[in-house]
């Protein structure tokens, strides 16, 4: 296991030795997902390094979301009124979940309303909810655009 800032630095390095152009941002979304372990980044790596080009969209597509991020995908599409989106993310869920999934699943979609409403009370300081609440700061990047369309007063009087 390594630190994620020698990870970043790692995975640029080896795209370059396997002829993969990575941007920083790239991976650091790799390791967000895949996690510190240099021989689970080595094995994307190379997968990766089989693509003409490399985007933002193909590691999207690419790495499957961890069950935390797809809850906070569940989080965010409820909150943005997309309900196909949150009928698919459910399925998903319930298809990977087995007998103890809906607990699992609730006490994440909790923690994903504490980390909204901590975003919200920071005014959007992602970095300091994550060192305070050790929350994921990938997540709470993405979902940092939810917490701007929040009334902090309203959030202030619960």
Not at 35 to 60: C, H, M
Not at 96 to 108: F, I, K, N, P, R
Not at 132 to 144: E, G, H, T
């Amino acid at each position: 296991m390594i630190v994620k800032t020698a990870a970043l630095k790692w995975c640029v390095a080896e795209a370059k030795v396997r002829e993969c152009e990575l941007t920083n941002r790239q991976a650091e979304m790799i390791v967000d997902r895949v996690g510190f372990d240099q021989l689970r980044l080595s094995n994307f790596l190379d997968q990766l390094a089989l693509a003409e080009k490399v985007t933002d969209d193909l590691i999207d597509n690419f790495i499957p979301l961890a069950r935390t991020e797809n809850v906070f995908d569940l989080f965010i599409s409820v909150l943005a009124g997309d309900y196909d989106k949150v009928h698919d993310i459910i399925s998903y869920l319930e298809s990977e979940s087995g007998v103890d999934g809906a607990y699992q699943t609730m006490g994440l979609l909790a923690s994903q309303a504490t980390n909204l409403t901590a975003l919200v009370l920071a005014d959007g300081d992602s970095n300091s909810v994550a060192s305070d609440f050790s929350a994921n700061p990938y997540v709470l990047r993405k979902m940092a655009s939810s917490a701007k369309g929040v009334d902090k007063k309203t959030e202030e009087d619960k």
